[in-house]
């Protein structure tokens, strides 16, 4: 959609750009991915073992906000590629611990290069520092209402 074409009362509707704004940001990302064969929730899934160390499968879903139903395919995919390892947690056999593999660490590489170049892409038209308030807006945001 043109929002340009969107009556003004929606386009004066934070809310409603936000939304406007997600859609993009989805399919700008979406976009950039599809080149490395990967999706979001690859990215989230890695870089966040990546930065909080080995996790439980259901741990690692709940922080990146996937559903139980789709953790196990998601895992399954990383599994498959080889870029993270899971063993049973030796603490608690019921449980699989995952981490990082070494390949997992350079694909999460790869798709930092295509996510910057996604967040390039979305925010062409604000400077750096437009970009790093805008950043800071929706973080104080998301933290209020987490």
């Known amino acids: 959609m043109d929002t340009r074409s969107a009556p003004a009362r929606l386009r004066s509707l934070t809310s409603w750009l936000i939304n406007q704004n997600s859609v993009t940001a989805r399919n700008v990302v979406t976009e950039r991915l599809e080149g490395t064969g990967t999706r979001r929730y690859h990215y989230s899934m890695l870089a966040a073992l990546d930065e909080f160390g080995p996790a439980s499968q259901a741990d690692l879903g709940r922080r990146c906000g996937l ?9 399954t995919d990383l599994l498959e590629r080889g870029w993270v390892d899971r063993a049973p947690d030796p603490a608690d056999r019921r449980r699989n611990i995952v981490q990082l593999t ?6 999460l590489k790869t798709l930092d290069r295509a996510i910057g170049e996604a ?6 038209p604000l400077s750096a520092a437009e970009r790093q308030q805008l950043n800071r807006l929706l973080t104080r945001l998301a933290d209020h209402h987490a």
């Open 102 to 107: 070494k390949a997992g660490t350079k694909q």
């Open 119 to 124: 967040q390039d892409d979305l925010l062409a």
């Open 67 to 75: 559903d139980r139903s789709d953790v196990a395919g998601a895992m």
